[in-house]
């Protein structure tokens, strides 16, 4: 019954416990003299004189705890700062360190290092994509030439442009197992503004579409052919 | 909790916080210890405490961290687990109405610190069994049975020896 303490208990049982005492004079005497003695105890157990001058020396000592907390939080954001303020700085030097200074002679110069060596850039762009280096038609690469991948009938296809005066061809690379082959579709063509000009080999078949009246405005002179 | 001084704190707990750490560990230099290393600490953690009603068993329980810290190697003191004692008997008494201090102490220093603390936490601060189960990190059923002991022990510590002329029995001894 005295086992808990009235703040351990419900209402409930606070009431049930009240109504037992009210009608059992053994519990209740029981009560009385526990609760007296604990008072008792109780009194005994808080009689702990503090010290004088303890509250000081706790407010210095605990002065002194932030102090040195506050140092640390400082000296910490600090170096947090510095640290952040470092990596900005490195990033700002890096970026300007590798910003590349508009150059007209070096652009040019650049241009015409692609020209000479376009003939041999563009087999090995064809290389790198395991595609037939030799190409049906002997291409003159040293005119403005872009490789990249182009729409071919929705599927994305190797693709070669050159650029010769007014007139572009595209020279499509596909594999064509990727596509229906029917003979009667593989034929060269004209439309109204260009020309197509068909060739398979080895697995491939080659879509020529130009602007020219003839290919051969973008074929290699007959003195330079390999 | 950060709107709380500092001072505040300690104004409201530096009392029976030493008094809790006297009795914990029966010296006044080493309850002057725990009780500011209980505010050093508290102040490093203060943003950890996240309900500020919940201040006081807080700092109880840093200061009880910091006290079985302390003695968890110290093998200086004669401790008695009471599982060891069998069946406490009945005093003959109740303890007189002025229980000296020293001698409360002194029962209370052989008692080993898992039954001391409920005991003191028990008298001294009106906790309630819940609180002091969970500062104690303990069933409450563990810190009822242990407080039932300790109580037991120490009331019949407390209480005046019976007359053994006259009944031939003697106070628990023992401890």
Sequence with gaps: MLAFRRSDLTAEDAASLDAHLGGCAACSAAARREIAVDSRIASAMTAVPVPTGFRERLVRSAEGVQRVAWRRRVAARAGWAALAAAVLVGFAGYAWWTKPTLDSYAAGNEFDRQIEYANADVPAWLKDRGLPEQLPFDFDFRMPTFTGTGQLHGRDVPVIMLVNGPHVARVFIARESAFHIQPDKLIDAQTSRCKATIARQGGFVYVVLYTSDTLDVFLKPPGQKA | ?175
């Design chain 2, 1 to 175: 909790m950060s709107s709380l001084s500092v001072r505040e704190l300690i104004d409201s707990h530096y009392q029976p916080l030493f008094r809790y750490a006297y009795r914990l560990s029966g010296s006044s230099a080493d309850a002057e210890d725990l009780t500011q290393e209980t505010f050093g600490k508290a102040i490093q953690r203060l943003a950890q405490l996240r309900q500020a009603e919940r201040v006081k068993p807080w700092l109880f329980r840093i200061l009880r961290n910091e006290y079985l810290r302390r003695v968890r190697d110290d093998r200086r003191h004669r401790l008695t687990p009471l599982e060891q004692l069998g069946e406490i008997p009945q005093p003959a008494a109740d303890p007189p109405a002025d229980i000296d201090p020293a001698t409360l102490q002194a029962v209370l220093n052989e008692l080993d610190e898992t039954f001391r603390t409920p005991l003191i936490l028990y008298y001294f601060e009106d906790f309630s069994y819940r609180d002091i189960a969970e500062q104690m990190d303990l069933p409450i059923g563990t810190v009822m049975s242990r407080l039932a002991r300790a109580k037991a022990h120490l009331r019949a510590k407390l209480s005046p020896p019976a007359d053994a002329s006259a009944n031939g029995r003697h106070p628990p001894d023992g401890f």
